[in-house]
């Protein structure tokens, strides 16, 4: 299978900024890097441009910076047959068509993956906080179940999932659950499978895991009830994978600007100012992927904040790795926060 490549072409001076633009506007989730000619220099995908951000390439930055040179390729004219052998070879999605001038004429598509692919990778949403900082709302209301626009936030979260081919759930809940259980059922009327886990006292997010009837027999997802996102938790999924991680740690750039000159001494000699520097930072995003071996770092009734299984779990030699998140992504924790988030939703998300 063929597609149109009209929109999925850059130059090798293009910016990651415009190039993170056309991955995300095509269904490929890949950008092709050809010279003046046409000649197929590189590919780019969403893994390649995370792992040049977390290594600290600017939006602005060419995408010669974190391009894949040498891409497998097939030459025009090569059978339909020979190149879905290729590809499952290979594990790909996708190959580039070259003429014998290497000049980009089609990418070749796997059969099977023109739609969302299926994924039995089980979701854990956390829903069972107070909500303390949305009061008054959060009296009558769990915060998960807090309308952004005519939807609950937890179905929101939901539906994101859904969409990118998850369907199986776990919603751990406490203040409220009845609210959230009465609103959801099994999940069945969205399409989707949906258990519960209780706490019965405040157990943190690593702590609520002991509480799983069955532990997942492949890695799965456990995120915070009340965040909204674009995240590609398939992007996510597979870095996790890629890496051989035991677990993946979602992250989010955070800036802070000193709002003053910054003065830098030896002693009482001034060495350089700077005038209210920004200083960068990525800050934990409450999004995570894990591999079953964490159970093995968790007791049973023991209260346990994720900070504190992940580094149970990187000290006993295991590999922790960090996901950017350069997508939508919003902490609806504060009043402010949910304001923000209900007047950006249509633009964001659509209805």
């Given amino acids: 299978m063929m597609t149109d490549l009209k929109k999925m072409t850059v130059d090798a001076d293009a910016s990651l900024r415009r190039v993170m633009e056309i991955i995300d506007s095509g269904a490929r989730q890949i950008a092709l890097v050809t010279?003046?000619?046409?000649?197929?220099?590189?590919?780019?995908?969403?893994?390649?441009?995370?792992?040049?951000?977390?290594?600290?390439?600017?939006l602005d930055a060419p995408v010669s910076e974190v391009m894949h040179l040498n891409p497998t390729t097939l030459l025009k004219g090569a059978s339909a047959a020979s190149a879905q052998r290729l590809m499952r070879e290979r594990g790909l999605s996708h190959i580039p068509v070259v003429d014998p001038e290497g000049r980009l004429v089609a990418l070749a598509l796997r059969e099977g993956l023109t739609g969302v692919?299926?994924?039995?990778?089980?979701?854990?949403?956390?829903?069972g906080g107070l909500g303390m900082r949305l009061r008054p709302l959060t009296e009558t209301l769990p915060k998960p179940m807090i309308p952004v626009g005519d939807k609950p936030l937890l179905e929101r979260i939901v539906t994101r999932?859904?969409?990118?081919?998850?369907?199986?759930?776990?919603?751990?809940?406490?203040?409220?659950?009845?609210?959230?259980?009465?609103?959801?059922?099994?999940?069945?009327?969205?399409?989707?499978?949906?258990?519960?886990?209780?706490?019965t006292k405040r157990m943190g997010t690593g702590g609520a895991l002991s509480l799983m009837?069955?532990?997942?027999?492949?890695?799965?997802?456990?995120?915070?009830?009340?965040?909204?996102t674009t995240t590609s938790f398939g992007a996510m999924m597979d870095f996790h994978s890629e890496t051989g991680s035991a677990v993946t740690i979602c992250?989010?750039?955070?800036?802070?600007?000193?709002?003053?000159?910054?003065?830098?001494?030896?002693?009482?000699t001034l060495m350089s100012m700077e005038e209210k520097p920004v200083h960068k930072h990525l800050v934990n995003a409450g999004i995570y992927a894990l591999s079953p071996l964490v159970f093995e770092h968790i007791k049973d009734d023991e209260r346990l904040d994720m900070p504190d299984l992940i580094n149970r779990v990187k000290d006993a030699g295991h590999k922790v790795s960090v996901f950017p998140v350069r997508e939508y992504w919003m902490d609806i924790g504060r009043v402010e926060d949910l304001d923000r988030a209900r007047a950006e939703y249509e633009t964001v998300f659509g209805k």
């Fill in 117 to 127: 692919e299926p994924r039995s990778t089980r979701v854990v949403l956390m829903a």
């Fill in 213 to 228: 009837p069955h532990s997942p027999d492949e890695s799965f997802v456990v995120m915070n009830g009340d965040i909204l």
């Fill in 35 to 58: 010279n003046e000619v046409g000649v197929l220099i590189a590919t780019v995908t969403d893994g390649d441009v995370r792992r040049g951000l977390l290594k600290g390439v600017g």
């Fill in 161 to 199: 999932f859904q969409d990118q081919g998850f369907s199986r759930f776990t919603l751990s809940v406490n203040y409220l659950g009845h609210v959230i259980r009465e609103h959801f059922g099994d999940g069945k009327w969205l399409g989707v499978q949906i258990e519960y886990i209780e706490e």
């Fill in 251 to 268: 992250a989010r750039e955070f800036n802070m600007q000193v709002p003053y000159g910054v003065l830098n001494t030896e002693g009482t």
